[in-house]
């Protein structure tokens, strides 16, 4: 009787632990392995990136450079040549829809926003839509394209 009852505190100790650290500990292992576990159907969206998008009838473009653990992407981009501005995204993907938000690297910049992304069956094209808000408390929606330049693993 009394190994049955350790059994059963054993069996739901182990659920519950489960159910609390399941996401952490598919990071974890998404980290150990880097590049190499995608858990469901998420998409792999490691590599740089060109962004396109329409502001105020003038495209802008830039290259980032995304990371990857499991459904987290981060990444910082090249110089915006236009404004002169450097990214940061935080982002998470579930299935083939990417969001996330991004602000510029100058800390005196009041440029920040968030994105929501489509991404294409091949992983290497993707739509949405980006929103900001800038020095004026402007807000502002911008539609965008994603063109992968470069695959990492």
């Known amino acids: ?10 069996t739901l100790g182990t659920l519950l632990l489960t159910v609390l650290f399941q ?5 974890l292992v998404a980290f150990i392995l880097p590049g190499r576990l995608l858990v469901g159907d ?26 990857q653990i499991n459904k987290k992407v981060w990444g910082k981009s090249e110089v915006e040549p236009i404004l002169n ?8 993907i579930r299935g ?14 009041a440029y920040h926003g968030v994105y929501f992304v489509d991404i294409d069956t091949n992983g ?11 020095n004026a ?5 911008c539609p965008s394209n994603w063109e992968r330049v470069t695959d990492s693993t």
Do not use: Q
Request: no cysteine.
């Open 42 to 67: 998420n998409r792999n969206f490691r590599g740089k990136w060109r962004v396109s998008y329409v502001k105020d009838k003038t495209t802008h473009s830039f290259i980032i450079e995304f990371k």
């Open 96 to 109: 083939d829809k990417l969001s996330g938000t991004w602000e510029d690297v100058d800390p005196r910049s």
């Open 137 to 141: 408390k402007k807000v502002v929606e």
């Open 85 to 92: 501005a450097n990214y940061k995204m935080f982002g998470r």
């Open 1 to 10: 009787m009394e190994a049955l009852g350790f059994f059963l505190l054993g």
């Open 23 to 27: 996401s952490t500990m598919e990071d």
């Open 124 to 134: 290497t094209k993707a739509t949405g839509t980006v929103l900001s808000e800038d």
